[in-house]
């Protein structure tokens, strides 16, 4: 099997990435909407991924008998911003000790906290495929004389399976919803304590009340000019988490020109103009929540159009599960509970691979203790 790099996702067709990322499109939604070419190239032609962005995509990619088999979105890394399964720490030390930490490599979805496959292998290529990947990785990563490579949000199989083959496996941890076969969000509310289901309803209420209406927008529903509006909601919402937004303005243009079925957008809007946003992707089980913003402050409108229009939506599409994104400890009074994040790392320095397989043990274990804890503390009513 040849392993080799791509200057670019551009510089494969679509159908042969699109093979062995979603294979079975045909049938339906992919499984996970940002691992699509369409996705991938979109970051890429506007100009979010690439040439000073610090996120040069290099594309791997392993043949075998004539034809591409397996696919990973690899980037060279010149910093560790928009990947939020963070290494900060990591680059601190081995600089401190005389090291250079960047360039790296990275396999992930820039941007973009949300668990799926990354080892991309055509049906019947899943064992041999992955296996091809990881040690092309390695391999580049060694003879380029880099620190480090690193598998972001990749499943809990990939991270078994690089874990088998020398990689160090990391856990962290996020807050999902899943839906346990509601049929309305009167049911979910059934299910959770007496406290917990008035303050929700309350917080409900009083989103609602903020002067307007609130419309979730799919497809063809969605125009040009809803895209202008929501781009004042992220760049509001980038200046002021992160200093400036990942994201350019194209990559929106490039979102409704490919991917507008693959994206729900809530709207918040007061006499017919969006005042708030939230933009969702819709995966063949599983619903993301990505972005929000606003340019008027009202109480609850965030819950509202982050949380529990996505939980409604996920109940009338019999959806899985609905994953809203990093960090946030709000979430579990909302009906999200803790859930396991997988990463995967490979560390060139012998030394340094040691003191970071020690850290990673360790944080294992408190994250084990977290999500058993944060579990206990959840709004849902005991045996519910």
Same mark, same amino acid.
């Given at each position: 099997m040849e392993v080799t790099l791509l200057p670019g996702l551009t510089a494969i067709d679509a159908a042969d990435w699109d093979a062995c990322a979603c294979p079975a499109v045909s049938s339906g939604r992919p499984q996970d909407p940002f691992v699509t070419h369409r996705f991938l190239a979109a970051l890429e032609r506007s100009g979010s991924v690439g040439p000073g962005t610090g996120w040069d995509p290099r594309p791997l990619v392993a043949r075998a008998e004539g034809r591409i088999v397996a696919v990973a979105p690899l980037y060279v890394k010149s910093h560790s911003q928009g990947e939020y399964i963070f290494d900060?720490?990591? +680059?601190d030390a081995l600089e401190r000790a005389g090291g250079r930490y960047y360039p790296k490599l990275q396999i992930a979805v820039p941007f973009t906290p949300a668990t799926g496959r990354r080892f991309l292998t055509a049906p019947g290529w899943d064992g041999p495929g992955r296996a091809a990947l990881i040690e092309g990785m390695v391999r580049i990563a060694a003879e380029a004389r880099l620190s480090s490579a690193h598998v972001t949000f990749c499943t809990r199989d990939e991270a078994e399976a690089g874990a088998s083959q020398g990689l160090l496996h990391r856990v962290t941890q996020q807050y999902h919803w899943e839906n346990r076969g509601y049929r309305d969000f009167g049911a979910f509310l059934e299910a959770l304590a007496s406290r917990k289901r008035k303050a929700i309803r309350k917080e409900r209420e009083v989103a609602r009340a903020f002067g307007g209406t609130i419309r979730r927008l799919t497809g063809d529903e969605i125009r040009p000019e809803? *895209?202008?509006? #929501? *781009? @004042?909601f992220y760049q509001d919402t980038g200046s002021r988490k992160w200093g400036r937004p990942y994201l350019? @303005?194209? #990559? #929106?243009?490039e979102v409704h020109r490919t991917m507008r079925d693959d994206a729900l957008l809530v709207l918040a809007e007061r006499n017919g103009i969006p005042v708030a946003g939230a933009l969702n992707f819709i995966g063949r089980e599983t619903l993301f929540g990505r972005y929000w913003g606003a340019v008027e402050d009202h109480p609850c409108l965030h819950f =509202?159009?982050? /949380? /529990?229009?996505? %939980?409604? #939506? +996920? %109940? =009338?599409? @019999?959806l899985a599960r609905v994953e809203a994104g990093a960090q946030g400890e709000h979430k579990l009074a909302r009906g999200y509970l803790p859930s396991e994040i997988h990463s995967l790392h490979w560390i060139a320095e012998p030394s340094f691979r040691t003191a970071v397989a020690r850290f990673l043990q360790a944080e294992r274990a408190a994250v084990g203790q977290d999500i058993e804890v944060l579990t206990d503390y959840g709004p849902f009513r005991k045996g519910a």
């Open positions: 900060h720490g990591w +680059a809803h *895209w202008d509006a #929501f *781009w @004042r350019t @303005r194209a #990559f #929106f243009d =509202e159009c982050c /949380y /529990y229009q996505a %939980i409604d #939506f +996920a %109940i =009338e599409q @019999r």
